[in-house]
């Protein structure tokens, strides 16, 4: 079985690299696919948009489906999705087209982000230690990948789909192949786990604090990811080729701090490590706004990875926590607040910088990201949720109180 494990947590973790490829050859290349399709400023947020709401779709489908199918075949299926989309994306000539290829993008991403995670958060109940920051310091890893590819084509003038096809050919045949070795909990998890996954339910209000977390540490996210090529070029006046640089920054500081995370979490504590990434995180956004030029903007892109990296990795492992018995459905639920964030990042930074400054506009999500300050208790390990003295909520009860939410 500790084989088993350890096969299953190397393919799923390659996995999460191919993920983090695939999104930062979107989102670095933004500009470019605005100029492929002749897509407005004004329109752009639109189709921003469009991709978080139908991966929220997706996610809450995911729900559903992991009841009758294992979380590992949804992600072995999903992730083929993806991949071609991308290349859709970069294929196509005309607007529907790109549509087309966002939507099925959307879609599939969503549920492959649930799938994912919850493969993450069981195999992590599996070996009983935090390895939850390891599996998205490899999509950091495939962030810097994606985006240094991104770099390459754009600095030679390359047109989209040459960019893409080779990528799409490599990583698409071995996700196939790697995909044999995922484990999930129906590999894994103990008879008593799975009777226990029968009579619990997740209630919504104690999954809330984990939701608005999530939600404000995707908001910074999408912030970097969706605007820190324009903000450098059109701001800070870099050329079109260092605008494709802060995102692969973020993503080298994502990966550092991922990479040793997970010791920090054994040794201070979720609650510590999640309060520190804060407070980095919202120093990160005032450097950024306050900063003269490129290389000081770099600094807070920086200060950015190292703060945002540690928050949603560690919010998926308390949602597990919270609800062991239902960890897939809690999961799902709360990575629809995933897009809420992106959802909501996007076109609040755009339109602020349109009727204020984009400098300005950084100082929302600074804000907001130290909201987590609030809620960083919810974090802790829950004894007294189940346990130490306190009853162990009925089913019953649980479907009363939130309608099954």
């Not at 969503?110 to 992590?124: E, K, T």
Request: glycine residues 12%; positive net charge; contains cysteine.
């Amino acid at each position: 079985m500790t084989h088993v494990l350890r096969r299953g947590r190397g393919s799923l973790a390659f996995s999460f690299l191919v993920q983090g490829v695939a999104f930062a050859l979107l989102v670095t290349r933004i500009p470019a696919i605005q100029d492929r399709y002749g897509v407005s400023d004004a329109l752009l947020p639109a189709f921003l948009a469009a991709v978080p709401i139908l991966a929220g779709v997706g996610s809450v489908t995911t729900e559903r489906l992991v009841k009758r199918v294992r979380p590992s075949r949804l992600l072995r299926w999903s992730q083929p999705v993806v991949l071609l989309s991308l290349l859709g994306v970069g294929a196509g000539e005309r607007m529907v087209e790109l549509g087309v290829a966002l939507a099925a993008f959307g879609l599939a991403v969503g549920v492959l982000d649930a799938s994912m995670n919850m493969l993450g958060v069981s195999l992590q109940r599996s070996y009983g230690r935090s390895i939850m920051l390891s599996f998205h310091a490899a999509y950091s890893l495939g962030g810097i990948v994606g985006a240094s590819l991104a770099w390459v084509g754009a600095h030679w003038h390359l047109a989209l789909w040459v960019s893409y096809l080779p990528v799409v050919l490599v990583l698409l045949p071995a996700v196939l192949v790697g995909s044999r070795w995922y484990v999930d909990d129906r590999d894994a998890g103990s008879v008593a786990e799975e009777k226990d996954a029968e009579g619990q339910a997740v209630v919504f209000k104690w999954l809330l604090p984990l939701c608005l977390v999530m939600t404000v540490a995707y908001i910074g996210d999408s912030t970097v990811s969706n605007w820190s090529a324009k903000y450098l070029q059109d701001v800070l006046g870099s050329s079109e080729q260092m605008a494709t640089v802060p995102y692969n920054v973020y993503m080298v500081t994502t990966l550092l701090g991922r990479a040793i995370g997970d010791l920090g979490v054994r040794r201070f504590g979720a609650v510590a490590v999640v309060r520190g990434g804060a407070l980095v995180a919202a120093g990160g956004f005032a450097v950024v706004a306050a900063a003269p030029g490129a290389w000081v903007g770099m600094l807070g892109f920086t200060l950015l990875g190292l703060g945002l990296c540690v928050l949603v990795p560690q919010t998926f492992a308390a949602a597990g926590r919270l609800f062991p018995g239902a960890s897939d459905a809690a999961v799902a639920r709360l990575n629809v607040f995933n897009y809420v964030g992106f959802l909501i990042g996007s076109p609040l930074v755009g339109a602020l910088g349109d009727l204020w400054s984009y400098r300005g506009a950084m100082l929302v999500p600074m804000v907001l990201v130290l909201v987590t300050l609030v809620y960083a208790r919810s974090f802790a390990p829950q004894p007294d949720r189940y346990g130490g003295g306190h009853e162990r909520p009925r089913t019953a009860d649980v479907g009363r109180g939130s309608n099954g939410l």
